[in-house]
């Protein structure tokens, strides 16, 4: 393996894992965007996302009939695991915000935050009594094939994550600048308040928000799911921490910013695994980010705007 | 800090509900045996299989009558989910209890030395089942007792293997940077060295992290003959999964934490075939002694636990203590363990060092075919 190999094998891998934080960071951005809220619990949702994807391939493959066309099909069972996981992300999403957060809605943020961790311990702890505290296996959905270049390899999963990711994040892009929702959302970022004035549903909207990240979440649990092929109920916690951080390296609040802050954290870490020592990849993952929010405090695409009162 | 935080909730609510199960009890007085392991977490697997083997040391004695006439004896299971520092409050949990006369545990080194302190402190009988690390009994508590071999043994053994059978001479080290994996790659690396090996990279993985391929890479670019990881199965299953993915050729070798069924189920047969383990003592099912342990085991619990031995051996060492003290008091039973010259158990006959290590010292040494550990070899 020549250098120029090795580099490439680790931008690769770099590149898989960065579009699963990604995914993950941009419902921290959304929340964050739209109401202010660093919402804790959102690792946890990414986690359930990864058990409901568990269910979901299990149930699939239980169920005679489609179980079989599943199994000629491989493509077909991951379709309809990503969609379960999705859809049931969402309703979790839809629920937390229902329960923990809209009723403190005119609160102060500190209550917010610590309801949010909150709701963190709950959704660990239901999902590590009812899937149980031992790691779990996700049975692979699709044949282990590699291609090769050289001495790299490319797994079909690094191509399957890769893609999802640039679809999902191409969609949510359209769906923010593109449409009505995507207008009321951003005016609800702005000014709730004039956004209400103006006959916009914010309570709704802001609901709509927590589904879109939660479900966005719930897909990158399946990826991450089928790529390590073990989860736990602690997982949402590192890789939470790990999404949240690229959320704010991007410059919280901002979608695209989400989308680079992920790759870019993929990145370092690889690299600095790679170049320096495994033991320092998060030394150097965290030293990045502490670097960035002192040169430029509201991340790399974040825009200088005034605190709102 | 989260999961720490939660799991501790966990833990108090379950002493609670023992407490207050020992409160209102039978009317009988009870003498306990504390267990500490991981029974949550990513461990829980080895954990459960080991407080199964002390439960059935204690059922087993209870249903031959009683070891203290007029006392029921109890096992008091607490969790340490393999964290240093829940490991400390569950053993000071156990000191604080006066019906505690002795404890069987933990499965880590880096569990079982910090506590080790505290039931040290406390004058209770400590008998660890398998925490490999040879620094724990270096720190001169006598009331510490170990019966499996350490890792100054297992290192060694697993560095003779690798180089004599394997042929394997450029050597990649990776250990999950515990007390329990560091020192025993150390123990590896010294061992090696010594017989020529070239230590091509020693690198430290964290637990509860996914990603090791960026590691991987590295080691694939760097083309050892062999990869020698010391840690526990969850990481190691991640190891050679993204090593079949990467499609790196060298052998890979692990200690006794690896060998777990579980790390086969999560590692994939094709991913984990071909390589190998080193285990504390040799096949339990070809010990002479452990026939019968092994049917009564899979009749009540199914599957028999690597570690599953070893906290019923030492379940029972400590009952015989208990039973030869006579009487629910820690200096008595700790002082009866410390005139226990030998025990004959399932695993061969102990007898304690004077820094309270079993002189049983056989490495075993198994390779995964088909899906399943097969035993190969033992040595010591």
Not at chain 1, 287 to 305: A, F
Not at chain 2, 266 to 295: C, H, K, N, S
């Amino acid at each position: 393996m020549s250098p120029g190999e090795f580099f490439l094998q680790q931008f690769i891998n770099g590149l898989a894992i960065g579009s699963i934080y990604a995914l993950i960071a941009l419902g921290y951005t959304m929340v964050y965007g739209i109401i202010q809220l660093i919402n804790f619990a959102h690792g946890e949702i990414f986690m359930a996302g990864a058990y409901l994807g568990l269910a979901a391939i299990l149930l699939i493959g239980s169920i005679g009939p489609i179980g079989a066309a599943a199994g000629a099909a491989p493509a077909l069972s991951l379709v309809l695991t990503i969609l379960t996981a999705a859809a049931g992300c969402a309703l979790l999403g839809l629920a937390v915000e229902r329960v923990a957060y809209r009723p403190l809605r005119q609160a102060p943020k500190l209550s917010v935050l610590i309801t949010a961790i909150g709701v963190s311990f709950f959704l660990q702890n239901a999902v590590m009594l009812s899937f149980g505290a031992q790691d779990r296996y996700v049975p692979p959905l699709l044949p282990v094939l590699h291609a090769r270049i050289g001495s790299v390899t490319v797994t079909l999963m690094q191509g399957i994550v890769l893609a999802v990711s640039l679809m999902l994040m191409m969609g949510l892009q359209g769906i923010v600048y593109g449409t009505a929702l995507g207008r009321a959302m951003r005016a609800t970022a702005q000014d709730p308040l004039a956004a209400r004035l103006m006959g916009i549903p914010v309570n709704r909207i802001i609901a709509v928000t927590f589904a879109m990240g939660s479900a966005l979440a719930g897909v990158g649990g399946v990826l991450f799911g089928l790529t390590y092929s073990t989860i736990n109920f602690h997982d949402g916690y590192l890789t939470g921490l790990k999404a949240f951080t690229a959320a704010v390296l991007g410059g919280i609040g901002n979608i695209p910013g989400a989308m680079l802050g992920g790759l870019l954290l993929g990145f370092l870490e690889g690299f600095a695994a790679a170049y320096l020592s495994t033991q320092w990849k998060n030394v150097v993952a965290f030293t990045v980010l502490v670097l960035v929010l002192i040169l430029r405090p509201r991340g790399l695409l974040g825009e200088r705007v005034a605190e709102r009162a | 800090m989260r999961r720490t935080a939660s799991t501790r909730l966990l833990v108090a609510s379950v002493a609670i509900a023992l407490t207050m199960g020992a409160g209102c009890g039978k009317g009988q007085p009870v003498i306990k045996i504390g267990f500490a392991g991981p029974l949550t977490g990513d461990q829980a697997a080895q954990g459960t299989d080991m407080l199964h083997g002390a439960e059935l040391a204690v059922d087993q004695a209870a249903a031959a009558g009683p070891i203290v006439p007029g006392l029921r004896v109890e096992l008091a299971a607490l969790d340490d989910a393999r964290n240093p520092a829940m490991a400390v409050s569950v053993a000071k949990r156990l000191a604080a209890d006066p019906n505690v006369v002795a404890v069987v545990g933990h499965l880590n080194s880096s569990c079982t030395k910090p506590a080790s302190a505290i039931y040290h402190e406390a004058g209770v009988l400590h008998v660890n089942p398998v925490s490999s690390n040879p620094e724990i009994s270096r720190q001169g508590f006598d009331n510490f007792f170990r019966i499996c071999p350490t890792d100054d043994l297992q290192g060694p053994a697993a560095a003779r293997f690798a180089m004599e059978r394997l042929g394997a001479r450029r050597i990649f080290v990776i250990d999950d940077l515990t007390t329990y994996g560091r020192g025993l790659a150390n123990e590896f690396i010294k061992a090696a060295r010594g017989r020529g090996a070239e230590i091509l990279g020693h690198e430290g993985i964290t637990q509860g992290e996914k990603d090791f391929t960026p590691l991987l890479i590295k080691v694939k670019m760097i083309n050892p003959e062999l990869i020698y990881f010391a840690g526990m199965f969850p990481e190691a299953a991640l190891l050679l999964k993204q090593r079949f993915a990467l499609q790196i050729p060298a052998h890979f070798l692990g200690g006794d934490g690896l060998f777990e069924p579980t790390l086969i189920d999560l590692a994939g047969a094709e991913a984990a075939e071909g390589a190998y383990v080193t285990t504390l003592g040799g096949d339990i099912r070809q010990a002479p002694a452990a026939g019968d342990f092994v049917r009564a085991f899979e009749a009540k619990y199914g599957h028999l636990g690597a570690y599953s031995s070893y906290s019923y051996e030492a379940t029972r060492i400590v009952l015989e203590a208990i039973r030869r003290a006579g009487r629910k008091d820690r200096p008595a039973v700790l002082a009866a363990m410390q005139q226990m010259k030998s025990y004959s158990g399932i695993l061969g006959t102990h007898t304690f060092d004077s820094k309270g290590d079993t002189t049983l010292r056989t490495i075993g040494i198994y390779t995964i075919k088909g899906g399943r550990f097969e035993f190969l070899e033992a040595s010591g």
